[in-house]
């Protein structure tokens, strides 16, 4: 009897062991389940995002900045009601409109300055320039005569002599933004490289500033450019 009763001890413990041990590997097998499904979510999440302005999906791509990031759009806040310009002029599908905003600009540049004025004008102009055309250094000389003579330098330097004579309040770094945003307009492709070079970099490409003047000239060297920086408007 000793001798049965021992087998069925054994046999009884057998059984234990094995319930545990499938009760513990049933609990890994539900853990690993519930860790792939919070991956996969994440995955779904982070590969696709809503593009609110076309309504798609679309892959987000490290590195990659829209276009609508950076080109300026809608009427300009201190001096587009004035000057009659908005962004949207500018535009590689629409030739006359754009001739016609880089007119109202250009028609401020033989502006007369003071002392006090040209100061500021050629530390901005110097600050910025039309290299994807010309290929100038500045907008301006020290002694604030033009360094350039295509359109879009005429643009701009029109710009910020209307902007120092009429809104004298405005900072040389809001004048010089507003420059760069006009200069992203007539060079979009470019910018575009720019921007993304700029992004790797760690630094903001929806500044201006950055993207457009010459504080971080010639970041997209390297990259694969449209010929004439994608130049809208004429040289």
């Known amino acids: 009897m000793d001798c049965c009763n ?3 001890e054994k046999n009884e413990n057998k059984i234990e062991h094995k319930e545990k041990k499938f009760n513990y590997e049933f609990a ?3 853990a690993l389940v519930a860790v792939l499904a919070l991956l996969i979510v994440y995955d ?3 590969i696709s995002s809503i593009d609110s302005t076309t309504g798609g999906s679309i892959a987000t791509v490290p590195g990659v900045v829209s276009a609508s990031k950076i080109i300026p759009q809608g009427v300009p806040e201190v001096y587009g009601t ?3 310009v908005k962004y949207d002029d500018v535009s590689a599908n629409n030739a006359q409109s754009t001739e016609a905003a880089i007119q109202k600009l250009t028609a401020y540049e033989d502006m007369q300055l003071d002392e006090t004025q040209m100061k500021r004008y050629v530390k901005i102009g110097s600050s910025i320039a039309c290299e994807y055309c010309c290929g100038a250094q500045s907008l301006v000389f020290s002694n604030g005569q033009r360094a350039c003579g295509c359109a879009h330098s005429y643009a701009m330097r029109g710009l910020a002599k209307y902007l120092l004579t009429k809104h004298p309040d405005i900072t040389d770094e809001q004048i010089l ?3 760069g945003k006009w200069k992203v307009l007539f060079f979009p492709g470019v910018h575009e490289q720019k921007a993304q070079a700029l992004t790797a970099k760690g ?3 929806t500044n201006y500033i950055n993207l457009a003047s010459n504080l971080y000239r010639g970041a997209e060297k390297g990259q694969t450019q449209p010929a004439g920086g994608g130049m809208v ?3």
């Open 44 to 46: 779904v999440g982070k």
């Open 177 to 179: 933004n507003e420059l």
């Open 6 to 8: 021992n087998k069925m």
């Open 28 to 30: 890994i097998q539900i």
């Open 203 to 205: 630094v903001d490409p």
């Open 233 to 235: 408007g004429g040289c």
């Open 82 to 84: 004035e000057l009659k």
